[in-house]
């Protein structure tokens, strides 16, 4: 059946995409955007740059406008329209004009929903205080600018996910005191918990006093002073609170009008977009998605999935059989001087999947050592056991994060195995990487383990029966080794094997993991029943902060 | 059988990782690596950056020694050692002592074969100056620093690949000013030339003078000037001369010793590196390669195929079944502020190679355009016309061109088409990239034309009926357009439809091609014939610089 009018509700990244996909598709088609807030199509990923002056024009954000959208894709644009209600039975759907009050309903004859997420506001004693700001439009930007530029001096920011450090780096750069508070033992959930440590260091070098395992109990706003009280008892000044503890998905018109939604909330589609009316289609942060790696459905409130959800649902809608492959968990967050990232599946929701996982952690310069700049990448690969299929990498570093994070990514999609990794052939000059490029190293640690060549352990399960070596140099062993190591250079590995018993296993580690390996290899074939440790001690620092 | 003794001809990238990697897999094996030069295991990409002090410390380009390769493998390292004659019968080698000209006999069970290539002198009148120099290793390094430092002011460097340019920019950094001389008519030729124009700009940007499509005809060398005397008559003074045309494969170890070689040189190899002599494998330089992409013989003397090679060499030896995939002729360059990358067939393969391929041009922000700093990326993307397969990425930029570069590259080892670039996610956050990244966009470009959404013509095909139309806006307009193109803004376009006749195919155009597709679009729903410019006027410029 042909179509002749769409609907759209919501007009950012997954609306605002699906609706130029769909006319793109179909010149004569009627399309209508409806639009909650005064803006459609805005950089919702720079709201936190202008703050500090980073994107130092506001109008930079604002990427198109109703008028550029009716110049270049003839759409039917309308900001300040809320829909309240959709009534599937007659095609209809009830909108509020925010500005005049006046409701009207409009006919649909195919509707995408596209309301993405609402930063959540626990119900917390003095929440509603004009000091406690979220951020997820340009209208809470410029509230959040307004109080930073009236000459806040110290914030307080709640929640360490991609928002809350994106606003600790900002604030900071606005030269204001900052608290990071996060329920968790570690910022950035995405992440596990060791790779973690290198975002925790770079906020207390940054002056950034991080408050983990701990909550928000309360606000008190006085005449003089507004204070945060936290659930361990601490007590806070701010000028102004950033929440940034995750969102919820904007389900609730899908709700009210009977569409199937998660248990954990959002709109429940299929692999077309389509929810479970099949004239209304769902797409980015207000939808459940399957997991690419583990296959459970997930919530991943990104804007390259609600991308491709919006072009998906818009070729679908208009005839074409195309199919959204599921979401990967792809991020990046960049922190003062750091980069860390993910793609695919961390190792804790590989635990929670009950995967048959391996794991190796890996530390290796972002470019060759030798030319001026080489910054240290540190690696954790998890792998499938029984075939080595790539079902995670995380990536911490200076630079090259998002490079190494790419290929993943892009391996990950492919479906390649550990042993791939080894094979690409990646580009090589001094400036880029190496002959052998971080990721391919991390193939031939993650192969080394599979084959059995090396036996690996882990920081977090050290042995406690004096068989622990440090193989590493005089003076890295001077600056501090694993409490219990004895100590026998690689170098005099070979001379020293009397040193070594045979009846117990031999945990050897060294700095990073990489002679390790070579001193594994030695004694495994001398007959040691031996283990490398992972990463080596740098993964034990991270282990162990 | 199990092997006791192996040899290895060459003690560089492929010699030297063969060696380690032996040795991890067999602790007992003898191993002996005889290098005729002075060094081993030294950073080769990195000696250009050495003469100019970018990399300050000579000593940082010596990665091992022959002591830390006993200390660490308990390797037989043996430097000014060459290899002169292979007794396969008798399965000996015979050594030459450079320093002391004792010859002697070594055995082998196993001997691998990385004597690399060597730079390309040929004979050219004056060739034997002592102020025309070839970089291949230190010592060659240490001569051309010498000479820099000795004051030298005007260079002529030779030959405008890889080595060329790298001298060109580190000559530049010392204060010469220098002049490039080049057969072709680009530099780079594993670019395509329009994918050149980027490099070509670069230089002039940087006043180096580049003289294409021309040679050195002859040197002079008298008292008071040397003279290169080119084959279009012009003459250049200089102080020093880098021959940088390329390299060709030390092979003549191997013929002499009847192994088999290929039609231009090189030695051949089968999928487990092994030469005809099943006891002799050969890495590196000197073989011959298939490529990945067009099954064909190719010569590719670059640092990553080496490594892998050596390491799959070992493997085989020593009784593992490693498969080498082929090379695939990823590389890289860096120029002055410029980097250009190149990953799988360029066009010029795929035409020799009579695969049937298409291809696009785009320019993308290296990420978003709202975040300070962006810059464009040019690509251009080759696939194949059956079924999408990607074939070929080039990529031009002033950053973000080896992520890319490395997505593509990870993108053809795994077999990926077009239409998996479009689902691809890879990691966001406004510093990074994008929610649709270039990557991602190249896919839809591609995809877009090989579904035959849009019809693309290339700007070495421009219509000469007066069917060209210039979409773009007035500032661009005015700052220049391709000649005999009318000036039909998009957002005019609908509403200019009768300027336009149905009778003949509309060519229309904008910056980069992404309106063009919009108008494209929009144009053919309505009954026109149409095609968009691929990579809109920036494309049509890299064509007609």
């Known amino acids: 059946m042909a179509i002749s009018k769409l609907v759209i509700v919501g007009g950012v990244a997954g609306g605002a995409t699906a609706a130029a996909r769909a006319r793109r598709l179909d010149e004569k088609l009627e399309i209508v955007v409806l639009e909650r807030g005064p803006y459609v199509s805005f950089a919702n990923c720079g709201l936190p740059y202008h703050i500090s002056g980073e994107i130092a024009e506001r109008e930079e954000l604002l990427l198109q406008t109703p008028e550029s959208l009716k110049d270049r894709y003839n759409l039917d644009v309308r900001v300040f329209s809320e829909v309240i209600e959709i009534d599937r039975g007659n095609h209809e759907i009830v909108i509020k004009e925010l500005e005049t009050g006046r409701v009207y309903r409009e006919k649909y004859d195919k509707l995408i929903l596209a309301p993405g997420a609402a930063p959540a506001r626990p119900p917390i004693a003095g929440i509603e205080s004009e000091k406690i700001f979220t951020l997820r439009s340009v209208p809470d930007m410029d509230k959040i600018k307004a109080a930073v530029d009236a000459g806040a001096k110290k914030a307080v920011v709640v929640g360490g996910g991609f928002i809350g450090l994106e606003m600790v780096e900002n604030l900071k750069r606005c030269g204001l005191e900052v608290d990071l508070v996060e329920m968790l033992d570690q910022v950035m959930p995405p992440l596990d918990r060791e790779m973690a440590t290198a975002l925790h260091n770079e906020l207390a070098g940054n002056n950034v006093t991080l408050h983990l395992k701990d909550a928000v109990e309360s606000f008190a706003d006085s005449s003089d002073k507004f204070t945060v009280t936290l659930k361990s008892g601490k007590t806070l000044e701010a000028d102004l609170v950033i929440m940034a503890i995750g969102v919820k998905p904007e389900d609730e018109l899908a709700r009210n009008a009977n569409l199937e939604t998660g248990e954990r909330g959002g709109i429940l589609v299929d692999e077309h977009m389509a929810t479970s009316d099949p004239d209304i289609y769902a797409v980015g942060d207000a939808v459940v998605v399957k997991s690419v790696v583990t296959g459970t459905d997930i919530l991943v409130p990104m804007a390259g999935p609600a991308n491709r959800q919006g072009r998906i649902a818009a070729d679908n809608i208009l005839g074409r059989n195309s199919v959204y492959r599921g979401t990967q968990g792809t991020g990046i967050v960049h922190l003062f001087n750091l980069t860390a990232g993910i793609t695919g599946a961390n190792e804790k929701q590989l635990i929670q999947s009950h995967l048959d996982y391996d794991k190796v952690y890996l530390h290796a310069d972002h470019h060759v050592k030798y030319y001026p700049g080489a910054e240290k990448l540190a690696i954790k690969l998890c792998f499938s056991k029984a075939d080595g299929r790539i079902l995670g990498a995380q990536v911490t570093g200076v630079t090259g994060v998002d490079k190494r994070i790419d290929v993943f990514a892009t391996a990950i999609q492919s479906g390649m195995t550990v ?127």
């Open 419 to 545: 042993y791939d990794l080894e094979e690409l052939e990646l580009a090589y000059a001094p400036q880029y990487g190496a002959a052998k490029d971080p990721a391919n190293m991390a193939g031939f640690v993650a192969a080394n383990s599979l084959r059995g060549d090396v036996k690996v352990f882990h920081a977090n399960e050290l042995p406690v029966d004096g068989s622990l070596i440090d193989i590493r140099d005089d003076d890295e062993f001077a600056e501090g080794t694993i409490p219990g190591a004895r100590f026998i250079t690689l170098p005099q590995l070979r001379s020293r094997l009397n040193e070594i018993p045979k009846e117990q296993t031999v945990h050897v580690f060294c700095q990073v993991g990489m002679r390790g390996y070579v001193a594994a290899r030695i004694l495994s074939q001398l007959g040691y029943e031996v283990r490398n440790l992972s990463g080596g001690y740098l993964t034990y620092k991270a282990f162990n902060p």
